[in-house]
C-alpha cells in the first residue's frame, strides 16, 4: 500500500506541474471539494430539465448486495461548466477542453461585502483592481473565482435565485450577482487566465438578457465554472484548482467534479 501511495503522490506531484508554473507537492496540503451535490434539491435554471434519479438496491438471489440507478438532467445546472460552444459558434465543446485548462493555480476575489447591499451587483474592473492591490497581480493561466457569498443560500431555489417558479417566464424574476461584460472583455485583453467561476447560477447576473460576459469568455474559448461551492473555505490565492467535467462529446456543458488543494504552510 506504501508503494501504490507514493505512486499516487508523484502522479499529483506531476499533474502539478505546468511551463508557467512550479510543482505542487499535492501529498502535503488538504483537498476541499467545491462541488454541490446531485440531487432532487439540486438548482438548475429556471427552463432546464431537473436532476432526476431512480434506483435501489438490495441483496441478490445469488447472496450479494447490488446497486443501480438510472439518472437524467440537463448539461447545464448544479456545479457544471460552461464550455465555450455554450454562447460562442465554432469554439470549444466540452470533450475538446484540454485537461490543462482545467488544472491551474486559483485565486479568489471576494465580492461578498459589495454583493450584502446589491444583490444583482456585477463584478467590476476596480474589484478585480483592489484585489490585485492587497494580493498582487493575478497569476498567469491561472484559475480565477469569483466569491460571492451565494454559497450559504443552496439549495434555497428562491434565495438563491431570486425565484422558485420554473418556466421561461420565471426568468424575469431572477437576481443573483455575476461578472461585469465590460470587466470580462477587460480580463481577456488584460489578463491570462485559464477558466473562470463563480458561487452563483451564471457567470453573467441573474438580470442580464444579453449573456454578455458568456460572450466574451467563450469566444476566447475560456470555460465557466457556476454554482461552485465552499468559496468561503479557500483563502485568497496559494491553492490550485482541478476541475474534471463529465465528458460529453459535443456538449455545450457538463456536470463538474471540482476541487482545491490548499498546501501545509511551510
Given at each position: 500500500m506504501k508503494v501504490l501511495w507514493i505512486g499516487f503522490s508523484l502522479v499529483l506531484l506531476l499533474i502539478g506541474c505546468s511551463p508557467q508554473n512550479q510543482p505542487v507537492d499535492l501529498s502535503k496540503g488538504a483537498w476541499l471539494d467545491l462541488t454541490h451535490d446531485f440531487s432532487e434539491?439540486?438548482?438548475?435554471?429556471?427552463?432546464?430539465?431537473?436532476?432526476?434519479?431512480?434506483?435501489?438496491?438490495?441483496?441478490?438471489?445469488?447472496?450479494?448486495?447490488?446497486?443501480?440507478?438510472?439518472?437524467?438532467?440537463?448539461?447545464?445546472?448544479?456545479?457544471?461548466?460552461?464550455?465555450?460552444?455554450?454562447?460562442?459558434?465554432?469554439?470549444?465543446?466540452?470533450?475538446?477542453?484540454?485537461?490543462?485548462?482545467?488544472?491551474?493555480?486559483?485565486?479568489?476575489?471576494?465580492?461578498?461585502?459589495?454583493?450584502?447591499?446589491?444583490?444583482?451587483?456585477?463584478?467590476?474592473?476596480?474589484?478585480?483592481?483592489?484585489?490585485?492591490?492587497?494580493?498582487?497581480?493575478?497569476?498567469?493561466?491561472?484559475?480565477?473565482?469569483?466569491?460571492?457569498?451565494?454559497?450559504?443560500?443552496?439549495?434555497?431555489?428562491?434565495?438563491?435565485?431570486?425565484?422558485?417558479?420554473?418556466?421561461?417566464?420565471?426568468?424575469?424574476?431572477?437576481?443573483?450577482?455575476?461578472?461585469?461584460?465590460?470587466?470580462?472583455?477587460?480580463?481577456?485583453?488584460?489578463?491570462?487566465?485559464?477558466a473562470i467561476g463563480i458561487d452563483t447560477a451564471s457567470i453573467d447576473n441573474g438580470q442580464s438578457t444579453d449573456f454578455g460576459s458568456h460572450v466574451t469568455l467563450m469566444t476566447a474559448n475560456i470555460p465557466a465554472f457556476e454554482n461552485v461551492a465552499n468559496l468561503d473555505r479557500l483563502p485568497s490565492k496559494g491553492f490550485h484548482i482541478i476541475a474534471m467535467p463529465m465528458k460529453i462529446k459535443g456538449g455545450s456543458g457538463a456536470p463538474l467534479r471540482i476541487a482545491a488543494f490548499i498546501p501545509q504552510p511551510k
Amino acid at each position: 500500500m506504501k508503494v501504490l501511495w507514493i505512486g499516487f503522490s508523484l502522479v499529483l506531484l506531476l499533474i502539478g506541474c505546468s511551463p508557467q508554473n512550479q510543482p505542487v507537492d499535492l501529498s502535503k496540503g488538504a483537498w476541499l471539494d467545491l462541488t454541490h451535490d446531485f440531487s432532487e434539491e439540486t438548482i438548475y435554471w429556471v427552463n432546464a430539465e431537473p436532476f432526476k434519479r431512480e434506483g435501489s438496491g438490495g441483496m441478490t438471489d445469488k447472496g450479494f448486495f447490488y446497486a443501480a440507478g438510472n439518472y437524467s438532467a440537463a448539461e447545464h445546472g448544479g456545479t457544471h461548466i460552461d464550455s465555450p460552444v455554450h454562447f460562442a459558434e465554432g469554439k470549444k465543446t466540452v470533450d475538446q477542453i484540454e485537461l490543462s485548462q482545467l488544472n491551474a493555480p486559483g485565486v479568489k476575489i471576494d465580492v461578498s461585502a459589495r454583493v450584502n447591499t446589491d444583490r444583482d451587483h456585477l463584478v467590476t474592473v476596480e474589484d478585480i483592481k483592489t484585489w490585485e492591490a492587497a494580493n498582487g497581480m493575478i497569476p498567469e493561466w491561472g484559475i480565477i473565482l469569483l466569491y460571492t457569498g451565494y454559497g450559504s443560500r443552496w439549495p434555497d431555489k428562491k434565495a438563491y435565485l431570486g425565484t422558485d417558479q420554473r418556466g421561461d417566464a420565471a426568468a424575469k424574476d431572477l437576481h443573483f450577482p455575476g461578472l461585469h461584460p465590460d470587466t470580462a472583455k477587460w480580463l481577456v485583453e488584460n489578463r491570462k487566465f485559464k477558466a473562470i467561476g463563480i458561487d452563483t447560477a451564471s457567470i453573467d447576473n441573474g438580470q442580464s438578457t444579453d449573456f454578455g460576459s458568456h460572450v466574451t469568455l467563450m469566444t476566447a474559448n475560456i470555460p465557466a465554472f457556476e454554482n461552485v461551492a465552499n468559496l468561503d473555505r479557500l483563502p485568497s490565492k496559494g491553492f490550485h484548482i482541478i476541475a474534471m467535467p463529465m465528458k460529453i462529446k459535443g456538449g455545450s456543458g457538463a456536470p463538474l467534479r471540482i476541487a482545491a488543494f490548499i498546501p501545509q504552510p511551510k
